[in-house]
């Protein structure tokens, strides 16, 4: 084959390169994706913080499908009394929607001849959000650990697209021109869904997850409400991971469908067994009980489903260009 020949795309030079040009080539994108892991790291470090508040969140969210009601405890004195359940305006005061207990201290004035009872709310004493389960350092080198895993988490994730990009210079490269084109358009289909399983487990799977694992302590009679740090941050950090690759799944069995392994009436046909696969997913990338296995089975399988009339589309649209076939 010689330069001139038109099969022979000028830019897949990446073929043409030697065993040691490509190691090199590799060492580099290696070296370029260290360094810019190690760039977020430090402003990770710094931001360690906040990122931890946003790691809690869930934890706020755990009681989203419960009713809570605002309590009121009255104090006279030394004394207090309650706290008793209020409704939305029964008390003066009361900021709508709340949620806790708030304190009102009883007083008296005097209105001309008369004695008055006065109610006023201590705004001090207000509840912070509902945060019921406390997380704990228990060493003292413990908070230094935790502190290196929530920045190396964030890390990953901040510095994602400039690692992808430098690995894809050296891979990229390997294939042909379309083949490139079909690379990126299932690069950003990707990011949409793994984007897609993370805020659908940060917002909806995760608060579900960590109230049943207190609701199961409680039933067993264990104390649920102290959790290591370094635990729960882990498990929130790989809970978001493990969906955010779950999500990949459509891709990988939309690949398959695309190179001909697998056809619409052989996904069709495996619908209960993908089911059962979902299932375990869900026990293995979540806490182990019923509840957070649905919550995540329910959408792999309905992604599962999306893949099955995609599938039929493609091989209409194939017969119908090509009737003969």
């Known amino acids: ?12 030079s990446g073929a043409r390169k030697s065993f040691w040009e490509h190691v090199h080539d590799l060492r ?53 009394f309650g706290p008793f359940a209020v409704a939305p305006g029964e008390m003066p005061d009361l900021p709508p929607g709340s949620v ?64 992808l990009f430098f690995l894809g210079e050296f891979i990229v490269p390997a294939f042909k021109r ?15 869904l793994a984007s897609i ?9 995760l608060p579900v997850a960590l109230r049943a694992s207190i609701k199961y302590s409680e039933m067993l009679g264990f104390s649920a409400f102290d959790w290591r740090a370094d635990e729960y941050i882990g498990f929130v ?13 459509p891709l990988v069995v939309l690949f398959l469908v695309k190179i001909g392994l697998v056809t619409h009436s052989q996904l069709a046909h495996y619908r209960r067994h993908v089911l059962v696969l979902a299932l375990v997913l869900g026990a293995v990338l979540t806490t182990p009980e019923v509840i957070t296995q649905i919550a995540m089975a329910v959408p792999l399988y309905l992604l599962y489903e999306i893949c099955i009339w995609v599938s039929w589309y493609w091989e209409w649209k194939a017969k119908k260009a090509n009737p003969s076939v």
């Open 178 to 192: 379309h083949e490139r084109r079909a690379i990126g358009a299932w690069l950003v289909w990707g990011v949409v």
């Open 237 to 249: 950090c790989k809970f978001l991971l493990g969906m955010g690759l779950g999500f990949q799944f």
């Open 28 to 80: 580099t994108a290696l070296l370029r994706s260290a360094i810019a892991i190690g760039a977020a790291l430090l402003i990770c470090l710094l931001l360690d913080a906040k990122i931890v508040a946003i790691l809690e969140h869930p934890l706020q969210r755990m009681r989203m499908f419960e009713h809570a009601k605002a309590l009121v405890t009255l104090k006279w004195g030394d004394g207090k």
């Open 1 to 12: 084959m010689t330069p001139d020949d038109p099969e022979l795309d000028p830019e897949d």
């Open 100 to 163: 806790g207990n708030y304190v009102y201290t009883l007083g008296t004035t005097k209105i001309g001849t008369q004695q008055v009872l006065t109610l006023k709310r201590d705004p001090k004493a207000d509840p912070a959000p509902p945060l019921e389960v406390r997380l704990h350092n228990l060493s003292p080198a413990e908070a230094f650990f935790v502190a290196f895993h929530v920045a190396l988490y964030a890390a990953l994730v901040v510095s994602s697209p400039f690692w």
């Open 197 to 205: 399983g993370v805020l659908l487990t940060y917002y909806f799977l």
